[in-house]
């Protein structure tokens, strides 16, 4: 199975602050990843597919960028709701496998 | 519009089977997969399996055959089943469906809190 390490696990940032977080893939998964936020109680809501392309709806401070087997997701200007634990999936290969996680809370 | 809702017990006891159901709206199960994902609690998530619009399934082999996913295409329903549970098996169970073009996660189900008791 293709493997996910996702960092940090945890940060903090302030209302406006640039936030960025590292998905690394065990093997090139070619652009087959995607990103999601979830909040607590709720399920994962998907934010980035394709590893850059935007999901229809999700506010364009959020970008995803990278290639090969290291990719990032960024929040250009952290607002109260962007509050939440963000994982990274690939979807290249079967299973689909996810990162660890990162909770990202307001400072 | 698209819909998933999970329905199942909240407690099961140990080494018995887990039963779900997956009621989707707003989209056919001969067009579109339908995937279970599960999430223990304050963890990570891990795909379990897959229910595809032809009628095939395909397994995490981490679940070896404890798993079982088969559908009702006239009522719409996915249904997931487990055997020989664990307290480990103790997580929150979701459907999914994945976008018919890029394969990620766009709609999810609000999830099922399924408590392994001993």
């Known amino acids: 199975d293709i493997q996910m390490t996702q960092s940090p696990a945890s940060l903090s940032a302030s209302l406006g602050e640039t936030v960025t977080i590292q998905c690394q893939a065990s093997?090139?998964?070619?652009?087959?990843l995607a990103w999601y936020q979830q909040k607590p109680g709720k399920s994962p809501q998907l934010l980035i597919y394709?590893?850059?392309s935007l999901q229809d709806g999700v506010p364009s401070r959020f970008s995803g960028s990278g290639s090969g087997t290291q990719y990032s997701l960024k929040i250009s200007s952290m607002q109260t709701e962007d509050e939440g634990v963000y994982f990274c999936q690939q979807g290249l290969k079967y299973p689909p496998t996810f990162g660890a996680g990162t909770k990202l809370e307001l400072k | 519009q698209v819909q998933l809702k999970e329905t199942g017990p909240d407690l099961v006891q140990l080494t018995q089977t887990l039963s779900i159901t997956c009621t989707v709206s707003?989209?056919?199960?001969?067009?579109?997969?339908v995937h279970w994902v599960r999430q223990p609690p304050g963890k990570g998530l891990e795909w379990m399996g897959a229910?595809?619009?032809?009628?095939?399934?395909d397994y995490n082999s981490a679940f070896k055959s404890r798993l079982s996913i088969s559908r009702d295409t006239s009522k719409s329903q996915v249904f997931l089943k487990m055997n020989s549970l664990q307290t480990d098996d103790t997580a929150k169970y979701f459907c999914?469906?994945?976008?018919?073009?890029?394969?990620?996660?766009?709609?999810w189900g609000q999830g099922v809190m399924v408590t392994v008791s001993s």
């Open positions: 999914a469906r994945p976008d018919y073009y890029s394969g990620a996660f766009d709609y």
């Open positions: 229910m595809w619009n032809g009628g095939g399934t």
């Open positions: 707003g989209f056919s199960l001969t067009t579109y997969n």
């Open positions: 394709g590893a850059s």
């Open positions: 093997e090139d998964i070619y652009s087959g």
